[in-house]
């Protein structure tokens, strides 16, 4: 919901401030005065003050008059305005807040800084009102950066902006200037047509059903938010599937071996099989890869097989005879291995200790860099609005907590007139602690990854020593009476390779448990993709849409639309637009038709829009709705239709100018509650 409750036009010149200010409520306001006299001005400069400009022109040139931005009479001669400000109270139905932006601004003041008072500045007498906030428009990131004034005035209006399209292949916010299509009109060309003038400066693709998608509330919106972002998730789950597939072949190809059973990413097979064959307790990876073992390829598993039995048969026949010196040898061997072994396993106790300790450390500081990331942008942010002519009070933007540690200040001791640093300085002291502190991840990093080389090597060490515990402990078990070289050597190679082997086994283990893991979250996120379906309409939505049409032809049999019959009139659900039968309505009829059709859609939307909880502000701001010298009997029933529009919270609120006579004003609105502002002359003068 949005209300404007007040608004101020001030312009100040060397010999003297001239202004104008009014109040708004809900329902009807009408602001009537003679051709240009500031009709159009005042209405522009409300769309002024909130940033939203853009939806009339790319541009700021031509929004406002002369009396705002050059010069302005001043008993009765022309004074250059040396300041110019617009002050607009809006309201969400919950809270007031008032809005100030310059046209010419003071010294070290830019146009682009918004400066947000919380409260009623206006029709309060300024009491009550808080200190103010500043934010910017008219830049990058004012639709998402907190310091951003549509960021801020989107949560006002408690607005969740959805992400769409764009031409370009990007994904941006709807901007408040394309939603403001629907509920502001200009003079000048905004009645030509009979459809909204969509902004196209903002490349986004069907801004029009964007908009009505968002201000209906529409299923197909949501499902196409939650599509675009299954999609996003379904990519990088490709990327991750990529990168294990790409480890576990790299793997396999240093020991001669290969893996089977896998398929692409996103086929059918890929969403209709398992991995590897794999049941519900996963799958061994001695069955996923298989080397080539005399003359055929076999998997892991059997050739761990085969050289177990080859170790095992060649031990059988190595049993030299041991004198009792050898024996003490040996037992003095196994003795030295054993406690080697010991120290192994408590270095590797302590290597698994400090690995922990380091994860634990390194949320720590990742949190940290977060907190210190927010933190730098949030002084960039108080920067860019200081450039611009903002002043900040410690108050405003001071901290309970500390940044860095979030640690409560409360209480801490200051030494009085000590230096304290400027936003610029703060910014380079947090950028400076940024970049220590990724200094620190990157050296606990690089500290993890040596933990990590010296574990690999000392666990390749103790498993060398456990072999030769096994063959000291066979030895001084033996009975044979002699050793054979060659089964010696064979049996030393069988043993090299099936450790290798068993390395690669259990680190393909961990990559295999991935991939499953993988797989299975992508079948999840296809299955609810594919449950979302089309872009097609909810049965809720099509109850909405036939709501609105059905709006739509009441106005239009209200305003004597004579082109067709209002019933044969439809909305292309496609398009949003007005259709009649199965062609859009491009338009057949007189102009003043035309603009019936303009007026039925831009109050049916509101009207729909209160009736099923939807989006749209319940505001219209209309400039000059009486074009193309429509009928008198169209135009009373028109403003009779303003004064009883349903909107967000009850009545909707909409302003509008005309130049019509008061009495005949009077009597088109007789028995109706409505308000109108009289510009006596000029708006400034």
């Not at 055929?296 to 080859?310: G, I, K, M, N, V």
């Not at 009779?640 to 009597?667: K, N």
């Amino acid at each position: 919901m949005l209300r404007v409750t007040a608004v101020s036009i001030t312009s100040r010149t060397p010999e003297g401030t001239v202004s104008f200010a009014t109040r708004f409520g809900d329902g009807l306001t009408i602001i009537r005065a003679k051709n240009s006299s500031g009709k159009t001005l005042l209405l522009n400069s409300i769309m002024y003050a909130l940033g939203l400009e853009g939806t009339l022109k790319p541009g700021k040139q031509g929004i406002l008059t002369t009396a705002l931005t050059q010069s302005v009479k001043v008993g009765g001669a022309e004074r250059p305005v040396l300041q110019s400000w617009v002050d607009v109270e809006i309201s969400n139905g919950e809270s007031e807040i008032t809005v100030r932006r310059y046209a010419v601004p003071p010294e070290g003041i830019k146009p682009d800084l918004v400066t947000v008072w919380p409260g009623r500045l206006l029709s309060g007498g300024g009491s009550g009102a808080g200190e103010p906030v500043y934010f910017y428009v008219g830049r990058g990131g004012t639709a998402q950066n907190e310091a951003g004034f549509h960021h801020y005035l989107g949560r006002f209006l408690g607005w969740d902006l959805p992400v769409v399209p764009t031409y370009g292949g990007k994904e941006v916010p709807l901007y408040l200037q394309v939603l403001a299509s629907l509920f502001f009109v200009e003079q000048k060309q905004g009645w030509s047509g009979i459809m909204p003038k969509m902004p196209t400066q903002y490349q986004i693709r069907e801004p029009l059903r964007r908009s009505i998608e968002f201000y209906l509330k529409l299923d197909i919106m949501e499902r196409a938010r939650r599509r675009s972002e299954l999609q996003q998730r379904l990519s990088l789950l490709r990327a991750e599937y990529a990168s294990l597939r790409g480890a576990l072949d790299a793997a396999a190809q240093v020991s001669n071996a290969r893996v089977v059973g896998t398929s692409e990413f996103g086929t059918p097979t890929f969403y209709r099989n398992p991995l590897f064959g794999a049941d519900s307790d996963g799958v061994a990876a001695g069955s996923v890869l298989t080397v080539f073992n005399r003359d055929r390829w076999e998997s892991l598993q059997e050739t761990l097989d085969h050289l177990q039995r080859e170790i095992q048969e060649a031990r059988a026949l190595m049993r030299p005879q041991l004198t009792e010196s050898g024996a003490s040898t040996l037992n003095a061997a196994l003795s030295e291995a054993r406690s080697r072994l010991r120290s192994i396993t408590i270095e590797l106790q302590s290597l698994d200790d400090s690995a922990s300790m380091m994860d634990m450390q390194r949320g720590v500081l990742e949190k940290r860099r977060r907190l210190l990331e927010q933190e730098l942008r949030r002084y960039k942010d108080i920067s860019a609005l200081e450039s611009m002519g903002a002043r900040f009070s410690a108050r405003a933007i001071g901290h309970h907590d500390c940044p860095t540690c979030q640690q409560s200040l409360d209480g801490t001791e200051s030494l009085s007139g000590a230096p304290v640093l400027s936003t610029i300085e703060s910014a380079a002291l947090v950028a400076q602690q940024l970049e220590t502190v990724s200094n620190v991840i990157s050296d606990a990093s690089a500290s993890a990854r040596a933990n990590e080389s010296a574990r690999s090597a000392l666990e390749q060490e103790a498993g060398g020593i456990r072999a030769r515990i096994r063959a000291l402990q066979a030895d001084l078990e033996a009975e044979a009476p002699n050793v054979s070289i060659e089964r010696l050597q064979s049996k030393l190679t069988a043993e090299a390779r099936f450790r290798e082997l068993v390395r690669l086994r259990d680190s393909a283990q961990v990559v295999v448990n991935d991939l499953l893991a993988a797989q299975r979250n992508a079948i999840g996120l296809k299955s609810e993709l594919d449950s979302l379906g089309d872009d097609e309409f909810s049965p809720a939505d099509d109850r909405k849409l036939t709501r609105w049409q059905n709006e739509l032809q009441d106005f239009l049999g209200t305003f004597e639309f004579l082109v067709f019959a209002p019933r044969e009139i439809s909305i292309d659900p496609q398009t949003m637009r007005p259709a009649h039968g199965d062609s859009d309505l491009g338009f057949q009829g007189s102009a003043s038709d035309g603009l019936k059709l303009r007026w039925a859609y831009l109050l049916s939307l509101v009207q729909t829009s209160a009736s099923v909880s939807g989006c749209h502000p319940g505001l219209l701001l209309l400039d000059g709705p009486r074009m193309y010298d429509v009928g008198p009997a169209a135009m009373r029933s028109f403003l009779r239709s303003c004064s009883q529009l349903r909107g967000e919270g009850g009545r909707a609120q909409v302003i509008l100018t005309l130049s019509e006579d008061p009495a005949v004003v009077r009597e088109w609105l007789s028995n109706c509650v409505y308000s109108v502002v009289d510009i006596p002359e000029r708006l400034l003068v």
